[in-house]
């Protein structure tokens, strides 16, 4: 996984850091992590920290002054990036939802198939979840089916935050004016990629409900992402940054 950075956003993540810096570390000599951690109050940064001299020159901390949201946490990650050289910009969750091993699918898949965006989905073969209530799996599933409806793109697991971009895409995008900071946060991104018609594909993986930790889903996220769709079609029909 040459030239790529792997961003792993962290609020309250201690029982899960570690494991999680040790196993991507596992997979690749050549990748680099940043953790943007938002102030966790249970020591995660300090973790971090504690890691980065066996980890010289590859692990990187970003710590914020406040919890500001998934989306802020990110666009702050691919900026710290951008000022770099890094080509492969890598999203993963910290509570291992998401399959570290994985990382290493994305990848060649963008490398074998001159892809600008990879997504790890969760609905491209059917659904793909462990250990989630049948009440959380059908209200993501349906949110994907509304935020296809709504926006026209195709994607199949369009909230899916386990993805890869190429440089190119982000330096596309105007960063600064991304509006969303949950998980609507995830739809923006994708719909503007494709708006630019860049070269996207869903890969098929399994997702695990955390072990460890606690989820940061609450109502507030989920009206963002329903209204904040609506409000994002509109605006593309007549605003240029979606261009």
């Known amino acids: 996984m040459k030239d790529g950075l792997i961003i792993i956003p962290t609020y309250n993540e201690v029982e899960n850091i570690v494991l999680m810096i040790d196993t991507v570390f596992s997979l690749s ?3 680099h992590i940043l953790v943007v951690d938002d102030s966790s109050p249970d020591g995660t940064a300090k973790k971090v920290i504690s890691l980065q001299e066996k980890y010289n020159n590859r692990l990187f901390l970003l710590e914020r002054t406040e ?12 900026k710290w990036g951008l000022n770099k050289s890094y080509q492969y910009f890598f999203q993963i ?3 291992f939802s998401h399959n570290p091993n994985d990382l290493l699918r994305l990848y060649s898949s963008v490398i074998s198939r001159n892809l600008d965006l990879c997504i790890g989905s969760r609905y491209i ?21 509304y935020v296809r409806f709504i926006t026209g793109m195709r994607i199949k697991d369009p909230t899916a935050g386990f993805v890869l971009y190429k440089r190119k895409v982000l330096e596309s995008i105007p960063l600064d004016k991304v ?28 997702f695990k409900d955390r072990e460890r930790g606690v989820s940061k889903l609450n109502s507030s996220i989920i009206t963002e992402a329903v209204l904040g769709v609506l409000k994002m079609k509109i605006k593309s029909i007549f605003s240029s940054n979606y261009k």
């Open 29 to 31: 000599s050549d990748v």
């Open 67 to 78: 919890k500001r949201g998934l989306g802020t946490a990110y666009i702050a990650g691919f």
């Open 93 to 95: 969750d910290c509570d």
């Open 125 to 145: 073969s059917g659904i793909n979840v462990v250990n989630w209530p049948i009440s959380r799996v059908l209200l993501s599933y349906f949110a994907s089916f």
């Open 179 to 206: 509006e969303f900071v949950g998980y609507a946060f995830q739809i923006e991104m994708k719909f503007r990629t494709w708006k630019k018609k860049f070269r996207i594909m869903e890969l098929p993986i399994i």
